[in-house]
């Protein structure tokens, strides 16, 4: 009997009778229904977050910023509300307590009192984190409150850019500030390097006068001395004259007799001068005019004597020097009489006054002797002062020594200050250069810019689009396990009718599992144009697809087959317990690297792994070669299992043991 009779057997029998038949398609339709409402339950869920009840309480009291009342917590309640991701319900805590613990609300936001200040704490000295309450029940659902959590960091991002957008505005507007302000001390900087200038010279002088200072503080201290010495000899000289003047007394009188006598022989003699001076006046007044005349009968007997004028002028140019000389020498004579007039009037009140004074001396002579006397004392006195100012003098010599040595310190100190002025000039002039000017839109994209600094540009190499479709090819491999599985509840492994009668095993195994293929590649054609048509999921390479689906149906039911074979019934719950744990080890909903490490070792060895990742790859438009390769682990299991299920074959065509003739549990 040929492969092709002995498939036909089995699909007549499978459809022999009504109920058969029905079995039949309930079976055929269970991996349809499986990853077909499956998929459809599960398209695209995040497209319908916006129906999740959620409650957001905004107890928020705002505070103030530079003079502004702003309120984040406000400014939150519309950004969330505004943004319609859930069915959001401003309520207030009571009702949103209450809604949470009736299962009206899956998770509730609560925005506190102290927001705002909290927020805006970190420019003060008491920073504080500000925080928004998540409060959520797992009664809900797991995955509500998952997606809370992702949703409390989405806005926690959100606020943190907002807030962060105005922290910054206001940090580079106080940069700015500085800026100007930097400039501004430039500026002063640059006056106070000119000032310290100004100061420099200014110690200069100071330094210098100090040092002319105490140089003439030593010198002072030399007279002081000296005059120390004069005052000492000034005294000794007193008290000598003191003593030589005891008879002053008579001789003043005798002195003013005496000038009484000269002052009448004076009196004389000026009145003779007197006279001799109003000659000289006279002589000297007529002689310009005797000149004058001279010259005139001069040139006129020249000209009688045939000069001519030129001549005449040259002739009285040539006496001209005699005739000043002459007029001179007559003018200083008269200066000198009149002079000599003036001097012995003088001398004759002189006179007088000597006789007068000589008289007034002789009477204040005693006095004098007295005062001389007091003098002396005096003069004691004067040098015992001279001593202690020349002691003085000394000491201010040393004390401007000290100063002067100070005014150079200060003149090192001060062109030290200049000195460092100068760096501060140059140092605030480089820090200015180190801000950079802005305008308000320049600070506005700064800010943002700080605020956000990393964007995440989505550049995914293969993307499956929805939820649905990333969850297909892993509920596609595990419908077209359980759609084998189910088939043979009813399909028989191999035909013990076929072992007995033809004894051909590799005919018979072949037969055996291409009866459930043929089934299998129509439930995979199926789901297939569920997945594409009614799901509306896309699919990269469409024919890749399809080979894929048929071969990982085929593989199973090669496996399941083999189960079958060698164990009977207890293979086909095998089957089932292999369904189980590929359920777990595929990686078709977490990645395998999550799992614990002996499932994660059994994932590289079963194959509902390998078709999961062949699925991914034909249908997001990922590897070509991945995919070859996983199709390859599929063909080795697929050659495997019916290599086992001929060793098998072969031993039932040769001898028949109780278990074989026994019937099985399921079948």
């Known amino acids: 009997m040929k492969i092709y009779a002995l498939v036909r057997s089995e699909l007549q029998r499978l459809t022999a009778t ?24 599960n398209q695209d869920p995040y497209a319908k977050l916006d129906q999740i009840p959620a409650a957001l309480v905004n107890t928020d009291a705002g505070t103030t910023v530079d003079g502004e009342t702003v309120n984040y917590g406000d400014e939150v309640t519309d950004q969330i509300t505004d943004g319609g991701d859930f069915d959001w319900h401003v309520v207030s ?37 500000a925080q928004i309450t998540l409060a959520t029940s797992d009664v809900n659902s797991y995955l509500s409150s998952t997606i809370a959590e992702q949703a409390a960091k989405t806005i926690r991002a959100s606020v943190t850019e907002k807030v962060g957008k105005e922290a910054a505005g206001r940090l580079l507007v106080g940069l700015a500030d500085v800026r100007a302000n930097l400039g501004s001390a430039v500026d002063g900087a640059n006056q106070l390097v000119a000032g310290t200038g100004s100061a420099v010279a200014g110690a200069n002088q100071l330094a210098d006068g100090a040092a002319d200072a105490a140089t003439g503080a030593h010198t002072l201290a030399d007279g002081a001395s000296q005059l120390s010495s004069g005052a000492s000899a000034l005294d000794t000289g007193l008290q000598t004259l003191k003593t030589q003047t005891t008879d002053l007394p008579a001789q003043t009188q005798t ?16 009145t003779g001068v007197a006279d001799a001076a109003t000659t000289s006046a006279t002589a000297a007044a007529a002689l310009p005019a005797a000149q004058q005349q001279a010259q005139q009968q001069i040139a006129g007997a020249l000209r ?44 004759a009140t002189g006179a007088d006054q000597v006789s007068t004074g000589a008289a007034t001396l002789s009477a204040a002579t005693p006095a004098l002797t007295q005062g001389i006397s007091s003098a002396a004392t005096g003069s004691s006195q004067l040098a015992t002062g001279a001593a202690s100012a020349a002691t003085g003098a000394s000491t201010l010599a040393t004390g401007l020594d000290t100063l002067s040595s100070g005014a150079t310190s200060l003149r090192d100190g001060v062109v030290s200050l200049d000195t460092g002025t100068t760096q501060l000039r140059d140092g605030l002039q480089s820090g200015l250069g180190e801000i950079p000017s802005s305008t308000e839109q320049t600070r506005d994209d700064q800010a943002s810019a700080i605020s956000d600094p990393v964007s995440v540009k989505d550049a995914a190499l293969t993307s499956a689009g929805t939820y649905g479709a990333g969850l297909a090819p892993f509920f596609i491999s595990l419908a077209a396990w359980i759609g084998m599985y189910a088939l043979f509840l009813i399909v028989k492994p191999i035909s013990k009718r076929a072992i007995t009668a033809v004894k051909a095993p590799v005919r018979i195994s072949l037969a055996g599992w291409l009866a459930p293929v043929v089934l299998g590649v129509v439930q995979m054609v199926a789901l297939y144009v569920i997945v594409t048509q009614a799901l509306g999921f896309e699919v990269a390479h469409p024919l890749g697809m399809i080979g894929l689906m048929a071969l990982a149906s085929a593989a199973f039911a090669a496996i399941i087959m083999t189960l079958n074979v060698w164990l009977g019934s207890v293979g086909q719950f095998l089957g089932l317990v292999l369904m189980v744990v590929q359920l777990v080890t595929a990686g078709g909903t977490f990645p395998w690297q999550t799992l614990p490490a002996p499932l994660a070792a059994l994932h590289f060895v079963l194959p509902m792994s390998y078709a999961t990742d062949g699925l991914r790859q034909v249908m997001y438009g990922g590897s070509s070669a991945a995919a070859w390769g996983d199709a390859g682990v599929l063909a080795a299991w697929l050659l495997g299992a019916l290599v086992l299920t001929w060793v098998a074959t072969s031993r039932m065509t040769r001898a028949r043991t109780l278990r074989d003739l026994r019937p099985s549990l399921i079948g």
């Open 18 to 41: 009504p109920l058969a038949r029905l079995a039949l398609v309930a079976l055929m339709t269970v991996p349809l229904l499986y990853g077909g409402l499956y998929l459809w339950a």
């Open 255 to 270: 002195l003013a007799d005496g000038a009484a006598q000269v002052a009448a022989g004076n009196d004389a003699l000026a």
């Open 304 to 347: 009688q004597q045939g000069y001519t004028d030129e001549q005449i002028q040259q002739i009285a140019a040539t006496f001209a020097p005699a005739t000043e000389s002459l007029t001179t020498a007559l003018q200083d004579a008269n200066t000198q009489i009149q002079g000599l007039n003036t001097q012995v009037g003088q001398l």
């Open 93 to 129: 805590a009571a009702q949103a307590a209450a809604g949470l613990r009736d299962q009206t609300y899956d998770f509730t936001f609560t925005i506190p009192k102290g927001f705002s200040d909290d927020l805006t704490s970190a420019s003060g000295d008491d920073p504080k984190r």
